[in-house]
T-cell receptor, first 116, second 113 residues
Framework: AQSVTQLDSHVSVSEGTPVLLRCNYSSSYSPSLFWYVQHPNKGLQLLLKYTSAATLVKGINGFEAEFKKSETSFHLTKPSAHMSDAAEYFCVVSDRSGGSQGNLIFGKGTKLSVKP | ETGVTQSPTHLIKTRGQQVTLRCSSQSGHNTVSWYQQALGQGPQFIFQYYREEENGRGNFPPRFSGLQFPNYSSELNVNALELDDSALYLC????????????FGQGTRLTVV
């Protein structure tokens, strides 16, 4: 069965400093992995997705994630945090391979706070 | 804006009652999925509809049921509401084919008292 574990429930950074949100996955086959962001009172927005192409995936708003099979990790990074990045971030695995959306399995989320 | 609209935005119901939540999918999308997001948790998959047929179901009891209409809009029905059903209910629509993205609505906040 597929699952994801987000290693931090809350991350706090200062504006302009790097962001690292950690995610480990478990999958019985080559996974499709995603990062979603949820701002307060707004729906979920796709940041980026890994579908077995390049292991370094670039997303919107300067975020990127690296798929590391040996470590079963898919950590989300951004070189410089902005105040508008404050939100809840979800690491997600699909129950289907090849990028087909299938049923999405969400982690518990990491709340990112950005201090001025 | 994703083009996925959900109604109502907020709802308060009494334990034991029934509720219907609605979702209009994005134009051109024929697949709708429903998720339940309890406070402080990630969304959990309830079920998915593809061309008016159920196409996968998560670990939810039968009192959670759904419909998809010919225009691909969808309803989520919950019978015999329990206090633990209080949550944000999210609808996502997507197209077919590989590498398709799911677009989420803003959700319906259900409170059961």
């Amino acid at each position: 069965a597929q699952s994801v574990t987000q290693l931090d429930s809350h991350v706090s950074v200062s504006e302009g400093t790097p962001v690292l949100l950690r995610c480990n996955y478990s999958s019985s086959y080559s996974p499709s992995l995603f990062w979603y962001v949820q701002h307060p009172n707004k729906g979920l927005q796709l940041l980026l997705k890994y579908t077995s192409a390049a292991t370094l995936v670039k997303g919107i708003n300067g975020f990127e994630a690296e798929f590391k099979k040996s470590e079963t990790s898919f950590h989300l990074t951004k070189p410089s945090a902005h105040m508008s990045d404050a939100a809840e971030y979800f690491c997600v695995v699909s129950d289907r391979s090849g990028g087909s959306q299938g049923n999405l399995i969400f982690g518990k989320g990491t709340k990112l706070s950005v201090k001025p | 804006e994703t083009g996925v609209t959900q109604s109502p935005t907020h709802l308060i119901k009494t334990r034991g009652q029934q509720v219907t939540l609605r979702c209009s999918s994005q134009s051109g999308h024929n697949t709708v999925s429903w998720y339940q997001q309890a406070l402080g948790q990630g969304p959990q998959f309830i079920f998915q509809y593809y061309r008016e047929e159920e196409n996968g179901r998560g670990n939810f009891p039968p009192r959670f049921s759904g419909l998809q209409f010919p225009n691909y809009s969808s309803e989520l029905n919950v019978n015999a509401l329990e206090l633990d059903d209080s949550a944000l209910y999210l609808c996502a629509s997507s197209g077919t084919g590989s590498s398709t993205e799911a677009f989420f609505g803003q959700g319906t906040r259900l409170t059961v008292v």
